[in-house]
């Protein structure tokens, strides 16, 4: 019974944050609000890490380097898509 708590409480935050980044993406430019927005999840997560268990290696800190890069990217290429320039401009109205 917890763990259909638990993912209804992750459902819910999953769709807000959904809603919240695409009313943030239409308001101010995607490419700005991407170092925001780690910067947020960041913060959120920041106060569980006392309660994990960390162990350090090279092998995991290479993982991460390479987690955050192909987060980047991709972050990167959704906000391109994302962007208000980049979509297509609609046709003129003909002409009477």
Same mark, same amino acid.
């Given at each position: 019974?917890? =763990?259909?708590? =638990? #993912? @209804?409480?992750?459902? *819910? !935050? ?5 809603? &919240?980044?695409?009313? /943030? +993406?239409?308001?101010?430019? $995607?490419?700005? /609000? &991407? #170092?925001?927005?780690? @910067?947020?999840n960041f913060l959120v997560l920041l106060p569980l890490a006392p309660f994990a268990e960390w162990?350090? =290696?090279?092998? &995991? *800190? !290479?993982?991460?380097? /390479?987690?955050? $890069?192909?987060?980047?990217? +991709?972050?990167? %290429?959704?906000? #391109? +898509?994302? %962007?208000?320039? !980049? /979509?297509?401009r609609p046709p003129p109205p003909p002409r009477p």
């Amino acid at each position: 019974m917890i =763990s259909v708590g =638990s #993912g @209804l409480v992750a459902a *819910v !935050a999953n769709a807000s944050q959904a809603v &919240i980044n695409k009313q /943030l +993406t239409t308001r101010y430019p $995607a490419r700005q /609000l &991407i #170092g925001a927005l780690y @910067l947020c999840n960041f913060l959120v997560l920041l106060p569980l890490a006392p309660f994990a268990e960390w162990r350090w =290696s090279a092998e &995991i *800190v !290479a993982l991460h380097l /390479l987690s955050v $890069a192909l987060m980047a990217v +991709t972050a990167l %290429s959704a906000s #391109g +898509t994302c %962007s208000r320039r !980049a /979509l297509p401009r609609p046709p003129p109205p003909p002409r009477p």
